[in-house]
């Protein structure tokens, strides 16, 4: 599992922004920012929200935190590959488009998205 700083550091490099574009952003400075990107000291509340909206992910995804509803299954959370997500509408209507694909269409989407993943994270330079 990921620290938040290492977290923070890899959403900011994916987007291919410096650290003072960010701590400018935030209202704070390029030090403190690099202090939490490498885990010597985590943001107060009110950072680590507007960090959470700079980026547009939750405090759940930067803090690792797993949430499970309180009714759930317990044997079902055991289960390996279980996992909690909270879809963006957008993310929902794409799902139930590829819901909708036949089996063999659904394995051309994977692999495509696997390829495309892997591109992504080795850009030629």
């Known amino acids: 599992m990921k620290k938040f700083g290492d977290l923070l550091r890899d959403l900011r490099e994916s987007r291919d922004l410096q650290q003072t574009t960010v701590a400018n952003a935030l209202h704070i400075s390029n030090k403190l920012l690099s202090s939490y990107e490498r885990n010597i ?14 980026y547009n992910v939750s405090a759940d995804f930067l803090l690792q935190i797993e949430i499970k509803p309180a009714d759930e299954n317990i044997e079902q959370r055991d289960q390996p590959g279980y996992n909690i997500v909270a879809l963006t509408p957008e993310q929902k209507r794409v799902l139930s488009y590829y819901e909708r694909l036949s089996d063999e269409h659904k394995e051309a989407v994977r692999g495509l998205m696997i390829l495309l993943y892997k591109d992504q994270q080795n850009p030629i330079k």
């Not at 000291?41 to 700079?54: N, R, V």
């Open 41 to 54: 000291s985590y943001p107060p509340l009110d950072t680590l929200a507007a960090i959470c909206e700079y």
